[in-house]
């Protein structure tokens, strides 16, 4: 008897796994997918290599990917948990493993970390604590995301291609800028050189902070490019494509850290710089009731 209640108990498990077994896929939106992951590792790879700008622009290409994606999914409505799982694990590759990986190649070549011990271990902490970021802001995303587009009007945390995005940019303006003012002889190359190197393992650890913080960024194809727009919203558009045809490295820089920054100098504004103490001539009535008269309600307001 026993026996017969453990094969029983063996039917019903199996019956629950085919019933959960994934049967059909959508084949676009997959595939643009999986082009996200190859361009992250094909990055790691050229990191490898020292060919750092190349890696780059990889990352680039897979932010361009994982946009388009999620685009194919919900014109096609065909979004589901399948994809956004597929999205995430590619994302940590592209926009967690890649940057951290990066960092810490060109570091390791430009500063010569084996002479700084300390040095080393405080960018080994950062990469690390990079990619954890990105792995738990991911995942984060998975659990609170909604399907419906028009939920999609703004992140929790910055996203992660955008904080590799800022990783990327700065190593994109050293690789590309800062390598013709050595050429040219240029003073300022050993200055501009020694405050990207020196700084990229902060900004890392501050974009791996933002990434998990709760400090809300606009979707900026939602909120300032798709469906009508005021005028400067399209004169914001032509100025930026204007910085890029005149320098695709300074504009790759302002854009992806003046994003990082928008957010974090909003909430500062409203969260830090506008909270005021209220004046005592402008203290509300129940204020000089004293805190017996105060009622709960009161209290929480």
Same mark, same amino acid.
């Given at each position: 008897?026993? $026996?017969?209640?453990?094969? &029983? ?9 085919? +019933? ?9 939106? #997959? ?7 190859? /361009?992250?590792?094909? *990055? ?20 361009? %990917?994982?946009?388009?994606?999620? $685009?194919? &999914?919900?014109?096609?409505?065909? =979004? ?9 694990? /590619? ?6 493993? &890649?940057? *951290? ?12 970390? %084996? ?16 990619? #954890? /970021? ?8 998975? !659990? ?6 028009? %939920? ?7 996203? =992660? ?5 800022? @990783? ?10 800062? =390598? ?10 050993? !200055? /501009? ?5 020196? #700084? ?7 974009? *791996? ?5 709760? @400090? ?8 300032? @490019? +798709?469906? +009508? +727009? ?6 914001? !558009?032509?100025?930026? @494509?204007?910085?890029?045809?005149? #320098? ?29 103490? !209220? &004046? ?22």
């Amino acid at each position: 008897m026993p $026996r017969l209640k453990s094969q &029983a108990a063996k039917d019903s498990l199996l019956r629950r796994v085919r +019933k959960q077994r994934l049967k059909y896929i959508t084949v676009l939106p #997959s595939l643009v997918t999986i082009l996200n992951g190859v /361009c992250g590792f094909a *990055a790691i790879v050229l990191a490898g290599r020292g060919e750092y700008a190349k890696s780059g622009y990889l990352m680039l290409v897979a932010m361009g %990917a994982d946009v388009l994606d999620g $685009r194919l &999914a919900r014109m096609s409505h065909s =979004t589901s948990s399948f994809g956004g799982q597929l999205d995430s694990l /590619c994302d940590v590759i592209s926009f967690g493993i &890649a940057p *951290a990986f990066l960092m810490f190649r060109i570091l390791e070549h430009e500063l010569a970390l %084996a002479e700084m011990e300390f040095l080393e271990r405080f960018i080994w902490l950062a990469a690390g604590v990079y990619i #954890s /970021c990105s792995a738990i802001r991911l995942a984060r995303f998975n !659990v609170e995301n909604e399907e419906d587009e028009s %939920a999609h009007m703004s992140f929790i945390g910055l996203p =992660t291609p955008a904080a590799a995005g800022v @990783i990327v940019s700065l190593v994109i303006f050293h690789e590309e800028i800062l =390598t013709k003012l050595l050429a040219s002889g240029s003073s300022a190359y050993p !200055v /501009c050189r020694g405050v990207i190197m020196y #700084s990229l393992p902060f900004l890392v650890l501050g974009v *791996a902070v933002l990434m998990v913080s709760r @400090i809300r960024y606009p979707h900026i194809l939602n909120q300032y @490019i +798709k469906g +009508k +727009k005021p005028l400067d919203h399209f004169i914001r !558009v032509v100025f930026l @494509i204007a910085i890029i045809v005149w #320098s695709r490295q300074v504009a790759f820089v302002l854009i992806f850290c003046g994003f990082a920054l928008s957010g974090f100098s909003k909430w500062f504004y409203y969260k830090v710089l506008k909270k005021r103490v !209220v &004046a005592p001539d402008e203290q509300p009535a129940f204020a000089a009731a004293g805190p017996a008269e105060v009622s709960d309600e009161d209290a929480e307001v």
